[in-house]
């Protein structure tokens, strides 16, 4: 099984400022047939469910800011907020969807610092 | 608008069957994409249960899969799921969710969720 791993746990960031989350996988996610990461970005507000943000690693969906943009490739991603807005308080999650069964990161809860 | 909600017992007893169900609004399950629930136990992280295509063919998390039972009726829109012989641990809120590609994938929508509660 493909272990994620999330760092830091917890992210104090002023207002307006950089945010980045990093995320790492066990094993290599990239699918050498498409030259694509199978890897997702959610963010999960108190009392809601996930919202989808990225998929294949760098892909925003419709309706995400731009201020939100992933990156990596292979077993190493960051998601950055480039400007850190008040909205944008919650708990952040990676997920693989490499191969079964596909697993989330542990989380990294991001704060006004 | 693709809308799930989840449905079913908030409260049920250790050894006994938990029994969800994810009625999906807005889009037809028979359109395609495949349904899947996802578990979250109070203050931790996300968790796949198991996935089911419109079609019936399933996919389960290896962990689970000797205790989970994915269904699926196109005529009322909704996908279930049974949980057996649950203990405390399978204390969670757990989500449906839709997922554009067979197997493993992203999820793209998401119900509200609903927490369930093992206990006597």
């Known amino acids: 099984d493909i272990v994620m791993t999330q760092s830091p746990d917890s992210l104090p960031v002023s207002l307006g400022e950089r945010a980045t989350i990093n995320c790492k996988s066990s094993?290599?996610?990239?699918?050498?047939?498409?030259?694509?990461?199978?890897l997702a970005w959610y963010q999960q507000k108190p009392g809601q469910p996930p919202k989808l943000l990225i998929s294949?690693?760098?892909t925003r969906e419709s309706g995400v800011p731009d201020r939100f943009s992933g990156s990596g490739s292979g077993t190493d991603f960051t998601l950055t907020i480039s400007s850190l807005q008040a909205e944008d308080v919650a708990v952040y999650y990676c997920?693989?969807?490499?191969?079964?069964?596909?697993?989330f990161g542990q989380g990294t809860k991001l704060e006004i610092k | 608008q693709v809308q799930l909600q989840e449905s079913g017992p908030r409260l049920v007893k250790p050894s006994e069957t938990l029994s969800l169900t994810c009625t999906v609004s807005?889009?037809?399950?028979?359109?395609?994409?495949?349904w899947g629930w996802i578990r979250q136990p109070p203050g931790k992280g996300l968790e796949w249960i198991a996935s089911i295509y419109h079609s019936g063919s399933t996919y389960y998390n290896p962990s689970l899969k000797s205790r989970v039972t994915l269904s699926v009726d196109t005529s009322k829109n909704q996908v279930s799921l049974k949980l057996s012989s649950v203990t405390a641990a399978d204390t969670a809120m757990y989500y449906c969710a839709r997922g554009p590609y067979y197997g493993t994938s992203y999820f793209d929508y998401w119900g509200q969720g609903t927490l369930v509660t093992v206990s006597s």
């Open positions: 807005g889009y037809s399950i028979n359109s395609g994409y495949y």
């Open positions: 997920q693989q969807y490499f191969s079964a069964p596909q697993s």
């Open positions: 294949w690693a760098s």
């Open positions: 094993q290599t996610v990239l699918h050498t047939s498409n030259d694509k990461n199978y």
